[in-house]
Nanobody
Framework: QVQLVESGGGLVQAGGSLRLSCTAS????MAWFRQAPGKEREFVAR????????YYADSVKGRFTISRDNSKNTVYLQMNNLKPEDTAVYYC????????????????WGQGTQVTVSS
């Protein structure tokens, strides 16, 4: 059983930055999703096991960067120029298949970390 633990959420003003971290062992494709109140969970970004391939949702492209350090079993989500619409609970997910953006395609999930962006 893979355990994922997120950290790094918090409250930030619009235009600010946050970095989320997720620790997870194993050779998995890793992704970040988010879920705002009253909305469905949506894909944010994913990264291949070696870190050579990344993919982003259009809404975060150019502002967010996903990366990983396999020596530390950690995946990061650097979030810059945050907007109020980025407010959500952010979840780390692990799966075996690259190229997927649906939450159902990922096998393991963290507990989530709250990100709140004030205007």
């Amino acid at each position: 059983q893979v355990q994922l633990v997120e950290s790094g959420g918090g409250l930030v003003q619009a235009g600010g930055s946050l970095r989320l971290s997720c620790t997870a062992s194993g050779r998995y494709v890793m992704a970040w999703f988010r879920q705002a109140p009253g909305k469905e969970r949506e894909f944010v970004a994913r990264i291949s096991w070696r870190g050579s391939n990344t993919y982003y949702a259009d809404s975060v492209k150019g502002r967010f960067t996903i990366s990983r350090d396999n020596s530390k079993n950690t995946v990061y989500l650097q979030m810059n120029n945050l907007k109020p619409e980025d407010t959500a609970v952010y979840y780390c997910a692990a799966g075996a298949r690259y190229g997927v953006t649906l939450a159902d395609e990922y096998d393991y999930w963290g507990q989530g970390t709250q990100v709140t962006v004030s205007s």
